[in-house]
Nanobody, 119 residues
Framework: QVQLVESGGGLVQAGGSLRLSCVVS????????MGWYRQAPGNQRELVAD???????KYSDSVKGRFTITRDNAKNTVSLQMNSLKPEDTALYYC?????????????WGQGTQVTVSS
């Protein structure tokens, strides 16, 4: 059973920083792409950043220069360092991974961690 568990969300003032982490557990053969998505009330879930297994990264235009995604393949973790946070960054943030197990290869999602940025 593969699980993705996020941590690090919370309440922060505009201009502040937070670091989100996601740990992948279970019987895993390999992890391909990993990423962070977010969903604000009334909005669709959107990609924030993702990172491939060769560490190439992609960011949404709204977070470029402020957020940094990294991964630790030895620990099966992915992190998102968020700086210069803005009220519009307020959302539920989800960890996502494309993971190969002994049975299948598919996307998995975490339960989400809330990030709230006050003005």
């Amino acid at each position: 059973q593969v699980q993705l568990v996020e941590s690090g969300g919370g309440l922060v003032q505009a201009g502040g920083s937070l670091r989100l982490s996601c740990v992948v557990s279970g019987t895993i053969a390999s992890i391909n792409r990993m990423g962070w998505y977010r969903q604000a009330p009334g909005n669709q879930r959107e990609l924030v950043a993702d990172i491939s297994n060769d560490n190439s990264t992609k960011y949404s235009d709204s977070v470029k220069g402020r957020f940094t995604i990294t991964r630790d393949n030895a620990k099966n973790t992915v992190s998102l360092q968020m700086n210069s946070l803005k009220p519009e960054d307020t959302a539920l943030y989800y960890c996502n991974g494309y993971i190969l197990t002994l049975l299948e290869a598919r996307e998995y999602w975490g339960q989400g961690t809330q990030v709230t940025v006050s003005s």
